[in-house]
C-alpha cells in the first residue's frame, strides 16, 4: 500500500513538472473556479427559503401558531410587523393541513358551528345570549368578506333588552361595522346599499339608518340619499370638501398607479369649493323670430289722411280778457293748401318666459394637484413627465366649474398641477412571498462551468494514460533486453528455452497481455 501510495506521489509528482506555466495556472484557476462554484452551489441549495404560511392574522393567534410550530420542530419567522409568520417552502401545503386540521388560525369569535357545539343544557340564559350575538357577529362579517373590494370585516351589534311586559316600548338594535377594503377601490350606491342590507337582514329590529360602516381610513359609506343630504354647516362642507378631494385622488392614484405602480406615485389633491346657493326668477320676453327680432302680428291699425282745397286763414287781434273791446279781428283772405296724415298700430306677439332657478352648491372653483413620482431623470424621461402634467390638466379642466372659475383658469393652469419625481426613501422593506428563480445566464455558467471541467479531467486522464503507456513500453524493452535468446538452431529444449520462447511470442503477439504478465510479476517481487 506505502508502494502504490510513493508511485501515485511520484507519477503527481511528475505529471505536474513535466507541465508549462501557462497549463499550470489553466489547472490552478480551473480548480479554484470549480471549489467556488462548488460551494456557492452548496450554500445556495442549502439555504432555506422562507414563505408567507399565514398573513395578517392577530398576534396573539401569530403566538399560538409559532408554539405550535415549535413544538412539532418546524423552523419558523415572524415577519415584520407581527402578523404573519413564513415557513420553509417545501413545508407549507403539508403545515396548512395540519394546522388546518389542528383549528389553526383560530378567529378568535365563534361561529354557528361554536354555538352549536356549546349550548348544552347548563348554559344560563346570559350565557346563550352572548354565544348567539357573538355567533351572529362572525357569520355577517363572514358575509361582508364575500363582497367584492372587501378584504376583512369587524361586526359590533348592540341588541336592546327585552321588556318583561308586552306594553313595553321594543328598542332598537344598532350595528357597527368596519371595513377593510381594497386600496383604491370604490363602491357605488348600490353597493353601499347591499353592505347595510346585509348588516339589517341579518338582525332583527335593526335599521339601516340604525348602522354605520366605515373604512380602514375611518371614512364613512353612507346609505341611500344620505349621501347627498350636506347641510350648510361647517362640519358638512368640510365633509364635503374632503370628499370631492379624496375622488380625485383615487381617480388620480388608480390611473397613474396602474401606468408606474401603486407604490411608485403619491397623489394630494386641493380644491376651493363654491358653496353659495343661489335662487333666482327670470321673466324673459323674447321675440319669436330670433333673426328678424320680429313676433307675431296679432292686430294692425292704420289711418291715413288727406287734404286739398282752400282754406279762410283767420287773422286780427282778439278780445282783451279784461272785456274792453279792443279787437281788430278780421277774416282773413284765401290760400291754397295741402294736408296728409298716416298713422299705423301693430300688436305683435313676444315669448314671455317666466324661470325659476336653483343653482346648487358644491362647485369647484379651483384646484390644486400635486404628484410626486418614485424615480430620476433616467427613469422617468422629460416625456413622460409631460404626458403626466397633459392628464392631470385634462382632469382639472373637467373638474371645475367654468363660471366659478373665472375667465383666467386656464392661464394659471400650469401653476396648479405640480409634478416631482425623486427617489423615495420611506418605502418598507416587504419580505419576498414568491420562490426565487435562478436566471437563464445561471444554467448558462453551470453548463460552460462543468464542460471545463470535464475537459481538464479527460486531459488529466488521458495525460496519465500516456504516462503510464510510456513507462511500461520502457519497463518491457528493459525486460526484453535481459532475455538471452538461445540459438534457434539448437535441437536441445529445456524447460527454461520452452518458456522463452512463449514469452517472446506472447511480447510479440500480444504486447499488451504480456506487459499485464510482467506487472504482475513485478508487483509480486
Known amino acids: 500500500m506505502n508502494e502504490r501510495m510513493a508511485k501515485i506521489r511520484t507519477d503527481v509528482k511528475e505529471f505536474w513538472s513535466g507541465r508549462t506555466k501557462k497549463q499550470k495556472i489553466t489547472y490552478v484557476g480551473s480548480a479554484a473556479a470549480v471549489i467556488l462554484f462548488a460551494a456557492f452551489?452548496?450554500?445556495?441549495?442549502?439555504?432555506?427559503?422562507?414563505?408567507?404560511?399565514?398573513?395578517?392574522?392577530?398576534?396573539?393567534?401569530?403566538g399560538r401558531i409559532k408554539e405550535q410550530l415549535d413544538s412539532q420542530g418546524v423552523s419558523s419567522k415572524i415577519a415584520p410587523g407581527g402578523t404573519s409568520i413564513l415557513v420553509p417552502q417545501e413545508r407549507v401545503d403539508d403545515l396548512l393541513v395540519t394546522l388546518a386540521a389542528e383549528g389553526f388560525p383560530a378567529t378568535g369569535t365563534p361561529g354557528y358551528a361554536f354555538f352549536f357545539e356549546n349550548a348544552g343544557f347548563g348554559t344560563t340564559d346570559n350565557e346563550f345570549d352572548m354565544i348567539k350575538l357573538g355567533?351572529?357577529?362572525?357569520?355577517?362579517?363572514n358575509l361582508l368578506r364575500t363582497i367584492d373590494g372587501v378584504q376583512d370585516a369587524n361586526v359590533a351589534i348592540t341588541l336592546p333588552k327585552q321588556g318583561v311586559f308586552i306594553s313595553d316600548t321594543t328598542q332598537k338594535a344598532t350595528a357597527a361595522v368596519?371595513?377593510?377594503t381594497n386600496p383604491g377601490h370604490q363602491f357605488n350606491e348600490s353597493q353601499i346599499n347591499a353592505l347595510y342590507n346585509l348588516?339589517?337582514?341579518?338582525?332583527?329590529?335593526?335599521?339601516?339608518?340604525?348602522i354605520t360602516i366605515i373604512n380602514q381610513y375611518a371614512e364613512s359609506f353612507d346609505y341611500g340619499a344620505k349621501n347627498n343630504s350636506y347641510g350648510t354647516s361647517i362640519t358638512d362642507q368640510m365633509t364635503v370638501k374632503k370628499t370631492i378631494e379624496r375622488d380625485l385622488q383615487r381617480q388620480i392614484q388608480m390611473m397613474l398607479g396602474t401606468m408606474m405602480g401603486q407604490d411608485k406615485v403619491i397623489v394630494s389633491v386641493t380644491t376651493d369649493i363654491d358653496f353659495k346657493l343661489e335662487n333666482r326668477e327670470e321673466n324673459l320676453v323674447l321675440p319669436v323670430d330670433e333673426e328678424s327680432m320680429e313676433g307675431i302680428a296679432l292686430s294692425v291699425q292704420r289711418i291715413t289722411e288727406t287734404f286739398t282745397g282752400n282754406n279762410p286763414l283767420a287773422g286780427g287781434t282778439p278780445m282783451a280778457e279784461d272785456g274792453t273791446d279792443n279787437a281788430t279781428f278780421q277774416e282773413g283772405t284765401l290760400s291754397n293748401g295741402d294736408y296728409e296724415r298716416l298713422e299705423e298700430t301693430i300688436?305683435?306677439?313676444v315669448n314671455r318666459i317666466r324661470k325659476e332657478i336653483v343653482e346648487s352648491p358644491y362647485?369647484?372653483?379651483?384646484?390644486?394637484?400635486?404628484v410626486m413620482v418614485d424615480g430620476n431623470e433616467e427613469t422617468i424621461p422629460?416625456?413622460?413627465?409631460?404626458?403626466?402634467?397633459?392628464?392631470?390638466?385634462t382632469i382639472a379642466r373637467t373638474s371645475v366649474d367654468k363660471e366659478a372659475a373665472g375667465v383666467n383658469f386656464e392661464d394659471t393652469l400650469d401653476n396648479k398641477i405640480i409634478v416631482t419625481v425623486q427617489p423615495f426613501s420611506g418605502n418598507a422593506d416587504q419580505f419576498a412571498t414568491t420562490t426565487p428563480v435562478i436566471p437563464i445566464w445561471g444554467y448558462i455558467l453551470v453548463a460552460v462551468l462543468l464542460l471545463i471541467i470535464g475537459v481538464l479531467i479527460f486531459m488529466f486522464f488521458r495525460s496519465r494514460r500516456k504516462a503510464r503507456e510510456m513507462e511500461e513500453e520502457t519497463i518491457i524493452e528493459e525486460q526484453l533486453a535481459t532475455f538471452d535468446v538461445d540459438d534457434i538452431n539448437s535441437d536441445v529444449e529445456t524447460e527454461g528455452t520452452v518458456r522463452r520462447k512463449q514469452l517472446e511470442k506472447m511480447a510479440k503477439e500480444k504486447p499488451e497481455e504480456f506487459a499485464k504478465l510482467l506487472r504482475t510479476w513485478i508487483a509480486d517481487e
Open 41 to 62: 452551489l452548496t450554500f445556495y441549495l442549502s439555504k432555506t427559503n422562507y414563505v408567507a404560511l399565514y398573513t395578517d392574522v392577530s398576534r396573539a393567534e401569530i
Open 135 to 141: 355567533a351572529t357577529q362572525t357569520e355577517i362579517a
Open 178 to 180: 368596519t371595513l377593510k
Open 199 to 210: 348588516v339589517s337582514n341579518g338582525v332583527s329590529n335593526l335599521s339601516p339608518e340604525d
Open 347 to 349: 300688436n305683435n306677439e
Open 363 to 370: 362647485k369647484i372653483r379651483d384646484i390644486g394637484i400635486q
Open 382 to 393: 422629460v416625456e413622460l413627465k409631460g404626458e403626466i402634467e397633459n392628464i392631470l390638466k
